[in-house]
Every structure is written in structure tokens, then in C-alpha cells.
């Protein structure tokens, strides 16, 4: 018996050993996950220590090939974490800076060499290197990372998908859009959130045949066309939202026509 | 043994069951900690690469009331609401419910926000206490506030009015002296924007304890583990609750809590189910499990999220007296809640909810501390009648204690691994200290705060108790 007394020497014995030898592994797991994360958090200010170097190094090389030099910087290095680092100074610079300076980051990104680390990463197995490279290449207007991005549209990954077509429409345009109108991919809101935001920081213009976008099999599509409409004005009479509605099964979609229906009533009322 | 063969069963059945129950409870933690971990690393892969700021560049996003009750808080209320109206989000409105505080919450905020009555008429959708005045400000800056007068009718009255005035289809109900994270509503509100086919009714997150933080005009600036002891080893606790435990809850579609500091929620379906519970002190559990239990009577598809990154911080006791009443409080909660929804116990119709966490919350949560009390007292017993086996008795305590401290330093292992809000070395010593001594003189206190509990709930005390609490302004760094 566990607590009580008792005669029956074997079983105890084996009972003491087990509890011993249970009560001596918990022990070491724990100091092994104490140890763990005191040697984690080492690592951590090690590796925060090498990113703020490698980071002021870059920048002030960025900085001075940017405004002043005439021929492409060299870098000492080549470690993964030093590319990480150099494209993620570039991108950031692209992004506050515009005209010949943006021109002169995405040069340096594509004879640099530091293209072909984003290129290798959309082959990768791992959904976050595919979403990182199609990030990178977007953003620095590498349109003939076009064949990869239009491969990656099609993996199963949802967000691969999502990002590979908003990489698609950064480096294309919206025109490009058709293309996709009736496809399965399935737009939530939060997925047009994020092709709003694309659009508005690439500043892309409105699409041609705006109106062909409405055909679409695919009814988030049409929602997000709806959004597209309101985000650049476009007008959408009361006779092409009636037409929609007939069409419309979706109760979320049919919502949204009928608020655009009543603010169209009211800016006729103005 | 005893002489006595009926005594001597009973003996052995208690041994046993001891030995089973102790057994089972290890076995859980650990399967809940490593289905947490897979689904928290997949959570992190997935958030690393959110841009949030998206959400803003959406003119039709969700619309969103934030519900702050508020009773006797004149103190702190104006730099806590001013702090709600900067959270980042585009689409939102600010409801202070003012639960008849009798101090000088309602001057306070009419003066710091240039208050004026309105005549908005308040129809009460879910009936509440009398609400004396609504009030908007004068100032376009501060038109996202809403501040409700009522009568006092205790928290879960306050959140229903608050849920009448909103018109907005998703609520987030708070407490109005937690810090939120600035951008708490984009990450509460996207499980809602990704929905398709399963409309998810309610999304909560983790909360932290902000004891010795630095805090500066309602914000956030730099995390420290607590210097009271009693407050540090509530951050070991939470840290194992949230970051442990209700993960692998949510990713088994059985999570039966949302924090009540703090949770996001469907309008509709809050409203659908009449609201919040005002006769339980768990009126947080409560809707949970109420509104899952409608969409599953209704054959409807749902989802309850949970979002693992710490977004609201509060104040934690750091006294036994204040603690007391705090866990006497979730005690009175737990067994009204399970008490209310009985018939979800074990019933198939309920499916994980019913059949795993409704029987898990009943036996590891409520039952645990009656069922350690009763092992205590046969202990005793034992001692008594001389038959207590000393060596076996301080080898099974040891096994107990060693475990508590393993699974602490795997909840610590787990906030380095994520979210690594405590930076520094002396922090993590810090926690260090915390997770040996927790076992000893924390947990005996909280069973016994836990048997309080049941001891008030059969005296039909219905209160909150006063939760005295010092502010944040008092922390130092």
C-alpha cells in the first residue's frame, strides 16, 4: 500500500525505485528547461548584439551608395543572416525613399546578388521563405521574378497563394486581376484588407474593364470588386447592382449590395 | 492494517485513487502543454508574417463597441479611458458604464471629456438597471466615447448596457483598469474577418500581469517580473494557464473561457442568448459555454479564437487577503457555471465540449481542491491510527512537488521560446525563485481559497468582495 505500512517488501521495493527514479527524471527535465531558456536567452542578445552591427554597418554603406558612390558597394560577407539583414535595409529604404533612389536599391538588389537569395527561397519547402521571397521581390519591382510568383499561385498553401497574388498585382498591376476572377482562391476580408493595402502603398492605378470583374464564378471576388469600386470611385449604377443581386446568393454579399444600393439613393438625394 | 477489513479497503481504494488522480492530472498537463506547443509555434509562424496595419486600409472593417464597466474607478478612470480611445483601430466606439459608482467617477470623466447628456433613448434589448443618462462629448476628438450613468447592478448588468447602446455588430467586453496592447482590437478582430463558412462568435486572448511594469499615460513601456512575491508567482501561474493550457483548448475547440478582462465577441449572438448572466460571479465562463451551447443546440458551425499574444495586462493581488477573495470569486463562478449547464456533462450532443472539457473543468478544476483537502484530512487520519508510512508519504509529496516545478520551468521555457516578454537575466531569476516556492506556499493557499469558495457559495454569498487594488502609477521600474 502507498501511504499505510505494510509487509510485502518486494513490491515496495520496486514501488520506491519507480517513484525514485520518476522523481529524479522530472527533476533533471527541469533543470534541463531551466537551462534551456537561460542558454536561449543568451543566444537571443548574442544574436540581437550581431543583427545591430551587421544593421549600422549596412546602413551606412546603403546610405553612401545611395547618395553618393558611382559603382556598387562590396560586402565582406555572405552568411544568411547578413542577406536577411542587407534586404531587409533595402526594403525599408525603398519604401521612404522614391525616383532615382528606389532605382538605384533595386539595382543594387538585382547585380548585388542578393536577388537570387529571395529567388532560391521561393523553391523552398517552407511557406515562410516562400512568403518572405515573394515580399522581397514584390516590394523591389523584380518583374521577372513574374514565372515564380505565377508557379507559387497555385500551391496549396492559402497564404502562399494570397501573397503570391498580391505580389502579382504589385509587380503588374490590376489589370491582372481578370486572370483570377475565377479562380477558387477565396477572398475574406481579411485577404482584401491586404490587397487594399498593397494597392494603396504601391499607389497602382484603377483596372481596365473594371466591369468584367463583376462576371466572376467567384463571389468573394465580387465582394472585393465592390471594395475596389468604393477604394477609386468608380461608378456603379443602380441597374448593374440590381443585375448583381439576382445573381448573388450569398447573404454577405447581398448585404453589401444593398448598403451600396442605399448610399447610392442617398448621394441622388444630395 | 487496521484490523478492520472494511477500513482496510477503504484504505486501499483511497490509495489507489490517489495515486490514479495525481497520476491523471500530470498525464493532462503534459498532453495539453505539447498540444500548446504545436499550436502555438504554428500561430507564431502564421503571425510573423501579419501585417496588421493592413486591417486599417479597409473603410468598411468591422465595427467595434468597446464596453468598459466602471465602479468606483474615479481614481484612474480618465488616464484608462484615454487610453482606450488611442488604441489603433479605425472603427470603434468607447461605452463607459458607469455601474453606480459612488464616488466621482461620472464628475471626473464629464470634466476631463467635456461631457454632455444627450437624449439618446436607450432600449434595453437584455434588461439591466435603470440607466440615468447617457453622455457624448462636446469635443470631435473625443467622439468615440460613449459614457453610460446607471444604477449599480454589478459588472454583468453594466456589460448589458453597454451591449444595448452599441450598434455595433462585435463587442469587446473589458475591464477599464486593464492596460491594452495598441493594437489589441486588429488582432481580436481578425478570426472574424477570416471566417467563411464557421462564424466565429468569440475570440479572447492572454492576460498578463503588469505588477512592477513600467507604465506611463495608460501605455505599456517595459515588462519586469513582479518584485512581490505573491504577484511573481501569479505570472508563473498565468504564464502555464494561457501559454499551456487554454492553446491546446482552443486548438481542441473546447475552450470554455474567455478571459473576462477582456474578449471579443458576436452582438448578435450575445444578444441571441440573453446577454450576460447578473446571478453568477462567472458571468465570463458563463456566456462562453452559453453561446456555444447555442450554436450547437441550433446545428450551427462556429468557432471560438483564441489569440496567444499578451495583449491586456492587469494588476494582480499581492495580498492573501485580496487573493482570497479573488479565487473564492472563481470558485463561486466555476461551480454556478458548471451548475447552469449541467446537462452538457458527458452528453454527445456537446461534442468536445461536452464529452472532454466540460468533465475535465468539473474534475481538475472545481473537484481538485475538495479532492486534495479530502486527501489531507485521511492523511491526518492515517497519522492518527499510527498507520501513515512516512517514507512513501514524503517520496509521493517530493514526486508531486518536482513535477509542479518541471511543468513551471516548461511554462517558462515556453515564454522564451514566444513571446519573451521578461528581457532580462534577473527577470528569469526572478521566476526562478517564484517556481520553487509556488508549490509550497501558493497553491496550499489558493485550495484553500478554492474551499472557501464552496464554503460562501453554500452561505449564498453573491458578491464580489472588495478588490482593492493600487494603481499602476504607484509601480516603479
Same mark, same amino acid.
Given at each position: 500500500m502507498l501511504l499505510v505500512l505494510d509487509t510485502y517488501q518486494n513490491d515496495n521495493h520496486n514501488l520506491v525505485q519507480g517513484l525514485w527514479i520518476s522523481i529524479c527524471c522530472i527533476f533533471f527535465v527541469a533543470i534541463f528547461f531551466l537551462g534551456l531558456t537561460f542558454i536561449k536567452r543568451a543566444l537571443k542578445i548574442k544574436k540581437e548584439r550581431a543583427k545591430q552591427r551587421i544593421e549600422s554597418e549596412v546602413e551606412v554603406i546603403l546610405f553612401e551608395y545611395m547618395f553618393n558612390a558611382t559603382v556598387l558597394p562590396e560586402f565582406n560577407t555572405n552568411s544568411p543572416l547578413f542577406q536577411k539583414v542587407v534586404i531587409k535595409s533595402i526594403k525599408n529604404l525603398h519604401q521612404n525613399y522614391t525616383g532615382i533612389y528606389q532605382e538605384r536599391l533595386e539595382h543594387l538588389y538585382v547585380s548585388g546578388g542578393f536577388v537570387n537569395y529571395s529567388l532560391k527561397?521561393?523553391?523552398?519547402?517552407?511557406?515562410?521563405?516562400?512568403?518572405?521571397?515573394?515580399?522581397?521581390?514584390?516590394? &523591389?519591382?523584380?518583374?521577372?521574378?513574374?514565372?515564380?510568383?505565377?508557379?507559387?499561385?497555385?500551391?496549396?498553401?492559402?497564404?502562399?497563394?494570397?501573397?503570391?497574388?498580391?505580389?502579382?498585382?504589385?509587380?503588374?498591376?490590376?489589370?491582372?486581376?481578370?486572370?483570377?476572377?475565377?479562380?477558387?482562391?477565396? &477572398?475574406?476580408?481579411?485577404?482584401?484588407?491586404?490587397?487594399?493595402?498593397?494597392?494603396?502603398?504601391?499607389? &497602382?492605378?484603377?483596372?481596365?474593364?473594371?466591369?468584367?470583374?463583376?462576371?466572376?464564378?467567384?463571389?468573394?471576388?465580387?465582394?472585393?470588386? &465592390?471594395?475596389?469600386?468604393?477604394?477609386?470611385?468608380?461608378p456603379i449604377s443602380k441597374k448593374q447592382l440590381d443585375v448583381l443581386k439576382t445573381k448573388i446568393k450569398s447573404p454577405k454579399l447581398l448585404a453589401e449590395i444593398e448598403n451600396k444600393l442605399n448610399n447610392l439613393h442617398q448621394n441622388e438625394s444630395e | 492494517m487496521t484490523g478492520y477489513t472494511w477500513l482496510d479497503t477503504g484504505i486501499m481504494i483511497f490509495n489507489y485513487f490517489i495515486l490514479f488522480f495525481a497520476l491523471s492530472v500530470m498525464i493532462s498537463y503534459l498532453i495539453l502543454a505539447a498540444i500548446s506547443v504545436v499550436a502555438l509555434k504554428s500561430y507564431l509562424q502564421k503571425n510573423r508574417l501579419v501585417n496588421y496595419e493592413a486591417l486599417l486600409s479597409l473603410p468598411d472593417s468591422p465595427s467595434i463597441s468597446l464596453i468598459a464597466p466602471a465602479y468606483n474607478e474615479g481614481r484612474t478612470i480618465q488616464e484608462n479611458?484615454?487610453?482606450?480611445?488611442?488604441?489603433?483601430?479605425?472603427?470603434?466606439?468607447?461605452?463607459?458604464?458607469?455601474?453606480?459608482?459612488?464616488?466621482?467617477?461620472?464628475?471626473?470623466?464629464?470634466?476631463?471629456?467635456?461631457?454632455?447628456?444627450?437624449?439618446?433613448?436607450?432600449?434595453?434589448?437584455?434588461?439591466?438597471?435603470?440607466?440615468?443618462?447617457?453622455?457624448?462629448?462636446?469635443?470631435?476628438?473625443?467622439?468615440?466615447?460613449?459614457?453610460?450613468?446607471?444604477? *449599480?447592478?454589478?459588472?454583468?448588468?453594466?456589460?448589458?448596457?453597454?451591449? *444595448?447602446?452599441?450598434?455595433?455588430?462585435?463587442?469587446?467586453?473589458?475591464?477599464?483598469?486593464?492596460?491594452?496592447?495598441?493594437?489589441?482590437?486588429?488582432?481580436? /478582430?481578425?478570426?472574424?474577418?477570416?471566417?467563411?463558412?464557421?462564424?466565429?462568435?468569440?475570440? =479572447?486572448?492572454?492576460?498578463?500581469?503588469?505588477?512592477?511594469?513600467?507604465?506611463?499615460?495608460?501605455?505599456?513601456?517595459?515588462?519586469?517580473?513582479?518584485?512581490?512575491?505573491?504577484?511573481?508567482?501569479?505570472?508563473?501561474?498565468?504564464?502555464?494557464?494561457?501559454?499551456?493550457?487554454?492553446?491546446?483548448?482552443?486548438?481542441?475547440?473546447?475552450?470554455?473561457?474567455?478571459?473576462?478582462?477582456?474578449?471579443?465577441?458576436?452582438?448578435?449572438? /450575445?444578444?441571441?442568448? =440573453?446577454?450576460?448572466?447578473?446571478?453568477?460571479?462567472?458571468?465570463?465562463?458563463?456566456?462562453?459555454?452559453?453561446?456555444?451551447?447555442?450554436?450547437?443546440?441550433?446545428?450551427?458551425?462556429?468557432? /471560438?479564437?483564441?489569440?496567444?499574444?499578451?495583449?491586456?495586462?492587469?494588476?494582480?493581488?499581492?495580498?492573501?487577503?485580496?487573493?482570497?477573495?479573488?479565487?473564492?470569486?472563481?470558485?463561486?463562478?466555476?461551480?454556478?457555471?458548471?451548475?447552469?449547464?449541467?446537462?452538457?456533462?458527458?452528453?454527445?450532443?456537446?461534442?468536445?465540449?461536452?464529452?472532454?472539457?466540460?468533465?475535465?473543468?468539473?474534475?481538475?478544476?472545481?473537484?481538485?481542491?475538495?479532492?486534495?483537502?479530502?486527501?489531507?484530512?485521511?492523511?491526518?487520519?492515517?497519522?492518527?491510527?499510527?498507520?501513515?508510512?512516512?517514507?512513501?508519504?514524503?517520496?509521493?509529496?517530493?514526486?508531486?512537488?518536482?513535477f509542479a516545478v518541471m511543468f513551471s520551468t516548461l511554462g517558462m521555457y515556453a515564454e522564451e521560446s514566444t513571446f519573451k516578454r521578461y528581457t532580462t537575466f534577473k527577470d528569469l531569476r526572478k521566476l526562478t525563485v517564484a517556481s520553487i516556492l509556488e508549490p509550497i506556499i501558493f497553491h496550499p493557499f489558493t485550495v484553500y481559497a478554492a474551499l472557501r469558495g464552496n464554503w460562501e457559495k453554500f452561505k449564498g454569498n453573491k458578491g464580489w468582495g472588495d478588490m482593492t487594488r493600487t494603481g499602476f502609477n504607484s509601480n516603479k521600474k
Open positions: 527561397k521561393t523553391t523552398s519547402k517552407k511557406w515562410i521563405a516562400n512568403v518572405e521571397a515573394i515580399r522581397d521581390l514584390s516590394t &523591389l519591382n523584380y518583374k521577372k521574378a513574374m514565372p515564380h510568383l505565377e508557379k507559387l499561385i497555385h500551391v496549396k498553401n492559402e497564404l502562399v497563394q494570397l501573397e503570391a497574388l498580391i505580389g502579382i498585382i504589385r509587380l503588374s498591376g490590376l489589370d491582372r486581376l481578370q486572370m483570377f476572377k475565377n479562380s477558387s482562391i477565396q &477572398l475574406n476580408d481579411w485577404a482584401q484588407s491586404n490587397i487594399l493595402y498593397a494597392i494603396k502603398k504601391a499607389n &497602382l492605378k484603377q483596372p481596365s474593364d473594371f466591369e468584367t470583374l463583376f462576371d466572376s464564378n467567384n463571389q468573394t471576388f465580387i465582394i472585393f470588386a &465592390l471594395r475596389l469600386a468604393d477604394y477609386f470611385h468608380f | 479611458v484615454q487610453s482606450l480611445l488611442a488604441i489603433n483601430y479605425n472603427n470603434f466606439d468607447v461605452i463607459v458604464v458607469n455601474d453606480g459608482s459612488k464616488d466621482d467617477s461620472i464628475p471626473v470623466l464629464i470634466e476631463a471629456f467635456k461631457l454632455i447628456q444627450t437624449d439618446i433613448n436607450y432600449y434595453p434589448v437584455i434588461p439591466t438597471k435603470n440607466v440615468k443618462a447617457i453622455y457624448k462629448s462636446l469635443n470631435p476628438a473625443f467622439s468615440k466615447l460613449i459614457v453610460v450613468d446607471k444604477e *449599480n447592478g454589478g459588472k454583468a448588468d453594466a456589460l448589458n448596457t453597454g451591449i *444595448n447602446v452599441s450598434k455595433n455588430p462585435y463587442i469587446v467586453c473589458i475591464d477599464v483598469d486593464c492596460i491594452m496592447d495598441k493594437e489589441v482590437l486588429l488582432k481580436l /478582430v481578425k478570426p472574424f474577418m477570416e471566417q467563411s463558412e464557421t462564424r466565429v462568435i468569440a475570440s =479572447g486572448g492572454v492576460v498578463r500581469i503588469a505588477n512592477s511594469c513600467v507604465i506611463k499615460a495608460g501605455k505599456l513601456i517595459k515588462v519586469n517580473a513582479p518584485e512581490n512575491m505573491l504577484a511573481r508567482i501569479q505570472v508563473m501561474e498565468y504564464l502555464r494557464a494561457f501559454i499551456l493550457g487554454r492553446m491546446a483548448w482552443s486548438k481542441l475547440n473546447g475552450l470554455l473561457l474567455i478571459s473576462g478582462a477582456f474578449g471579443m465577441f458576436d452582438r448578435e449572438i /450575445v444578444v441571441a442568448c =440573453g446577454g450576460y448572466n447578473t446571478k453568477t460571479v462567472g458571468e465570463d465562463m458563463e456566456l462562453v459555454v452559453r453561446m456555444r451551447r447555442y450554436m450547437l443546440d441550433r446545428k450551427l458551425e462556429y468557432a /471560438v479564437q483564441y489569440i496567444p499574444d499578451p495583449l491586456c495586462w492587469t494588476e494582480a493581488p499581492e495580498s492573501y487577503s485580496i487573493l482570497r477573495k479573488q479565487r473564492s470569486r472563481w470558485t463561486r463562478g466555476t461551480m454556478e457555471t458548471l451548475w447552469i449547464h449541467r446537462k452538457m456533462l458527458l452528453n454527445p450532443k456537446y461534442k468536445q465540449l461536452g464529452m472532454l472539457s466540460f468533465p475535465y473543468w468539473l474534475v481538475y478544476e472545481y473537484l481538485a481542491p475538495i479532492i486534495e483537502f479530502t486527501g489531507l484530512l485521511i492523511t491526518l487520519l492515517f497519522i492518527c491510527l499510527n498507520i501513515l508510512n512516512w517514507y512513501y508519504f514524503l517520496l509521493f509529496i517530493f514526486l508531486v512537488y518536482s
